[in-house]
């Protein structure tokens, strides 16, 4: 059941949107850090980079998944000191692991409306402090008759989706595991990485089974860690900075959380996301007008998975692209140049670190060590999560609006 | 910064009606002078004067609010925008009328209890 387009849709933006300035802290299994700690550490480094003070910042957006991770309650408003969001207008927004580009969308909202000039997106998670495990934070999101007493977890059904991958597109598992090489490789170059370092297809295949297919070095871990990132008008944006990185587009789309009726193979939630932001920012031949791109990839499969979904590879070839180099940080495509959620870590709604803030790094030629070879001029980032059914899409550029 | 911008620089006079929130009764008062609904009055005095009244110089809570209708809990805003709304457009209902005359400026506020 393809929808064919979204009708309606016409976009009176009022003014354009600059990212100026991005910060993130160290991402590891257990920080001592709390989490309003995090967050002051990530914004401050932001607000250097932009050359901004907290005095100068209008409003806050916080991104921030499941309280349950932190262990507080109404989590959004716990974290708000640390965010810099006392005395000013303060949101928090949460769709699960999409939050780490839709904390920047809603970021995104609040300055292109007109209402505020600098608008300061923070995104923090802190996944260590549930006991025994941060998947025991989702026991209470399946149905309570007709999923919960299956006792259904995470790992459980993603193996399910990546099974229904490999079955419908054919591809092996050593395809699939070549993602988590890459990943795990380029996070050697990324200051704040949880797990990087050089595997092999073999490490992979022969490493602890979670719920096969899926195999411990297939997923990302949870980690602790919070991101920023400094949003302004197009007046300021000149003003702070000789390389502003412009938002182009913005997409994002639930699906039903009735996983059970669909397809897994495929991310229809995630081409619509995407097709919404591709219409705002212009693009109408994707895999032509994409420089880098960060999808969310916190299973090697995933990334693979959702390449398909954003348009950027027909279904069933991102493993042939995978396979060819194209998506390594010197290839045609590069994929994931941070090293993804893979290699530096998933801290949920912080992902907006390696994700928002890396293309923004690399469109500001500011990726150090992660800069990928090719000229970049446009950029997207892709978020997923929730029960498997939510995408957001950014699509950035350098180039003068 | 909603009175901003509204361009309302002195709200005990431009603003007709009020729908704030009051799921305690003492929240009502605090919020009318928090929005500086009445200038440095005595409250207390004002309530028993009739002057919140729906006849009166400024209604508040014209709707019931939430001790009235109930605690809606996060619907509490939608109820309030509703009845701004109805009261506007002069919808709000026929004999014996909650609908007031000559009103044309209204505020609404909602607070998070958790």
Redesign the interface.
């Known amino acids: 059941m393809e929808v064919k387009k979204i009708s309606g849709l016409e976009f009176q933006k009022k003014r354009n949107v600059a990212i100026v300035g991005a910060g993130m802290t160290l991402w590891r299994r257990r920080l001592l850090e709390t989490g309003r700690e995090l967050s002051y550490l990530a914004v401050k480094q932001a607000l250097e980079e932009a050359g901004l003070t907290l005095d100068d910042v209008e409003a806050v957006v916080m991104g921030s998944a499941p309280d349950a991770f932190d262990g507080v ?2 989590k959004g408003d716990y974290l708000l000191d640390g965010a810099g969001g006392s005395d000013r ?1 303060y949101v928090r927004v949460f769709v699960g692991g999409g939050t780490g580009v839709f904390a920047p969308i809603a970021g995104y909202w609040h300055v292109a409306s007109g209402l505020f000039d600098v608008v300061l997106v923070v995104c923090e998670e802190k996944m260590s402090s549930v006991h025994p495990h941060a998947q025991t934070a989702f026991r209470y999101i399946w149905d309570p008759i007709l999923e919960r007493p299956l006792k259904p977890n995470l790992t459980w059904i993603f193996a399910m989706e990546m099974r229904r991958y490999m079955e419908v597109n054919k591809v092996k598992h050593e395809d699939i595991a070549l993602v988590a090489v890459k990943n795990k490789k380029n996070a050697l170059d990324h200051p704040c990485a949880q797990l990087p370092g050089k595997i092999t297809v073999e490490d992979v295949l022969k490493s602890e089974p979670i719920a096969l297919p899926v195999r411990r070095l297939d997923i990302s871990p949870p980690s602790d860690g919070a991101a920023a990132l400094v949003m302004v008008a197009e007046h300021l944006a000149r003003h702070l900075t000789d390389e502003p990185v412009w938002v182009t587009g913005v997409g994002w789309c639930l699906d039903t959380t009735w996983w059970t009726n669909r397809d897994l193979y495929f991310p229809r939630y995630v081409a619509e996301a995407a097709r919404m932001a591709y219409k705002m920012a212009h693009i109408t031949d994707p895999r032509k007008q994409i420089d880098v791109v960060e999808p969310y990839d916190p299973f090697d499969y995933k990334e693979l998975h959702h390449l398909e979904g954003l348009g950027l590879a027909k279904k069933g070839e991102a493993p042939i692209l995978t396979r060819e180099g194209v998506t390594e940080r010197d290839g045609d495509l590069p994929v994931c140049p941070s090293g993804g959620l893979l290699g530096v870590g998933n801290p949920i709604a912080a992902a907006m670190g390696i994700k928002a803030c890396e293309i923004y790094w690399q469109l500001a030629y500011r990726a150090g060590k992660r800069q990928v070879k090719k000229e970049v001029t446009t950029g997207l980032c892709q978020a997923w999560g929730d029960l498997m059914q939510v995408g957001t899409v950014m699509i950035m550029s350098n180039k003068r609006p | ?1 909603a009175y901003k911008m509204a361009g309302i620089t002195d709200p005990a006079k431009e603003v007709d009606f009020a729908e704030v929130d009051d799921r305690f009764a003492f929240k009502e008062l605090q919020h009318i002078e928090a929005l500086g609904l009445v200038k440095g009055s005595d409250l207390p005095a004002l309530i028993s004067e009739g002057y919140f009244e729906r006849d009166g110089e400024k209604p508040v809570n014209v709707s019931s609010g939430s001790l009235g209708c109930g605690n809606l809990l996060e619907c509490t805003g939608g109820q309030k925008a509703l009845e701004v709304v109805l009261q506007l457009r002069k919808e709000a209902g026929k004999t014996p009328t909650r609908q007031m005359r000559n009103r044309r400026r209204a505020i609404l506020e909602v607070l998070a209890y ?1």
């Open positions: 309650h109404i207008p | 910064m958790e």
